[in-house]
């Protein structure tokens, strides 16, 4: 039961590879592009072997009225949205949302830190880009693992000056958020787009210096767990259902496909509508989101079908949606 959006016919009318694995698309919709905001995103409808689905990707850059970009990593081992987009050449027909802002940039903070992990640099590039126009005070932190996986980090540099921090991990340059964060004036706003565990150790020095969780912004993506992705079965007494979730299939995706519904919104375990209520576990749960809490991970009531897991068994579970709702 996703909250589906209006989609508009779209043409993709160029693509240029900005690392080996990370491709820009220029996609032209019917009619013009939408006008949006440093943080916004699209829908795209993606082709998974015959089934369509849906992916976000945010915007990048600044608006143009002609075409929106979209910066697509490819993932090997995800669901197959990420591959499909690589395989595209220009004049392909796709359809395309209206931009929406889940992450969108205050004004008026006294001062701000940007902070990316990877492909989590493409929603702060705008946000940079009006940062800088405004004459505000902000650095921006952009953290990969490798230098391969630097995209813009020219246009970067050129742009930012000594406001940008970049950081490669295997030449032993990791990013110290200890420190970054603790030099940050008091009224200082983060924003952060990067892997789910770089965000809960944000948060966790967040923690640690005493410092407000209210002051950070964030989105997050490719929420691997700390075990891999293996099949696992789930069992709804309710419905009499019984599904097997494939390795590389999230378990929402399998209720879904089986008929169950469940409400979801973000698919990236941060809006927790995908919640359901665990009856039963066999083996254990790899929470994945970064919606529950510490505790409730630990209580094993509840998990988020988009993005978390089963190891070693299967889960007896109940759905949060109703059909006498
Ligand atoms: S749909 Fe948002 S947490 Fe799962």
Redesign the pocket.
């Known amino acids: 039961m996703?909250n589906d959006p209006v989609w508009t016919e779209a043409t993709l009318t160029a693509t240029r590879d900005l690392t080996p694995d990370i491709r820009l698309l220029e996609i032209a919709p019917v009619g013009g592009a939408l006008a949006w905001d440093p943080g916004s995103h699209i829908d795209l409808a993606v082709d998974l072997n015959g089934r369509l689905d849906r992916r976000s990707y945010s915007l990048v850059g600044t608006a143009d009225p002609a075409v929106y970009r979209i910066a697509v990593k490819r993932v090997a081992a995800s669901r197959g949205g990420s591959s499909w987009l690589h395989g595209l050449l220009p004049g392909q027909r796709l359809q395309v949302s209206a931009p929406r802002n889940r992450f969108p940039l205050q004004h008026g903070a006294a001062s701000y830190l940007l902070i990316a992990g990877g492909i989590g640099i493409t929603p702060l590039l705008g946000m940079a880009e009006a940062l800088l126009q405004r004459g505000a005070d902000f650095r921006l932190l952009y953290a990969v693992r490798s230098r391969r996986d630097l995209a813009f980090a020219d246009m970067l540099t050129t742009r930012l000056g000594d406001r940008l921090g970049l950081f490669v991990s295997d030449e032993a340059n990791r990013m110290d958020l200890m420190r970054e964060v603790a030099v940050l004036p008091a009224h200082a706003d983060i924003y952060f787009c990067g892997p789910s565990r770089m965000l809960a150790g944000l948060q966790d020095v967040l923690a640690q210096l005493d410092r407000s969780s209210s002051s950070l912004r964030f989105e997050t993506f490719g929420s691997g767990g700390l075990q891999p992705n293996e099949p696992f079965w789930v069992k709804v007494p309710r419905l009499g259902i019984e599904i097997a979730v494939p390795e590389n299939s999230t378990m929402?995706d399998a209720l879904e496909a089986a008929g169950v519904e469940?409400?979801?919104?973000?698919?990236?375990?941060?809006?927790?509508?995908?919640?359901v209520d665990v009856v039963a576990v066999e083996g254990g749960i790899d929470h994945r989101?970064?919606?529950l809490s510490e505790q409730q991970k630990r209580e094993n009531h509840r998990l988020?079908?988009?993005?978390s897991r089963a190891v070693h068994g299967g889960l007896v579970i109940d759905t949060a949606w109703r059909a006498d709702q």
């Open positions: 996703q929402l469940v409400m979801s919104e973000c698919r990236r375990g941060e809006c927790g509508l995908c919640a989101d970064v919606f988020c079908a988009c993005v």
